[in-house]
């Protein structure tokens, strides 16, 4: 049997501002919309289907597995838009990354609240 996630759909105030917000920090395009959709495609075939939700947004996590070198000009950007930054999920370590499992790790919030993470090993690799 073959499984493989699609898509998922992102709940944001301003779906076109948060498709950018991602797309500009991971290095991606915006996809033309998709009806109510503003999409975010990542290399790997998934898309982060953006959609406008009035109201409190419930955070989720995205978590996007980069290479080294992806990893320093995606956290170079997060510098350079000044984010906070954490090397943890509960966001008790501002300002560090982590190094889990050799490699290297950081969270960051976007706009609506979810919690963006870029690692450059799956966690649990390590042995």
Do not use: C
């Not at 953006?50 to 170079?76: C, K, N, R, W």
């Not at 966001?91 to 889990?100: D, F, V």
């Amino acid at each position: 049997m073959t499984v493989q996630l699609n898509h998922t759909i992102v709940a944001a105030h301003d779906k076109e501002a948060s498709a950018r917000f991602l797309a500009g920090l991971l290095g991606l395009p915006v996809s033309p919309r998709y009806g109510p959709f503003a999409p975010v495609e990542i290399p790997n075939g998934v898309t982060l289907d953006y959609m406008e939700t009035p109201g409190e947004i419930t955070p989720q996590h995205y978590a996007f597995l980069v290479s080294e070198s992806d990893f320093d000009t995606i956290f170079a950007r997060i510098e350079q838009a000044g984010l906070t930054f954490w090397a943890d999920p509960h966001h008790s370590r501002p300002g560090e990354i982590n190094h889990n499992d050799g490699g290297r790790g950081a969270y960051f919030e976007d706009p609506n609240g979810h919690n963006l993470e870029i690692i450059t090993r799956p966690y649990g690799s390590d042995g």
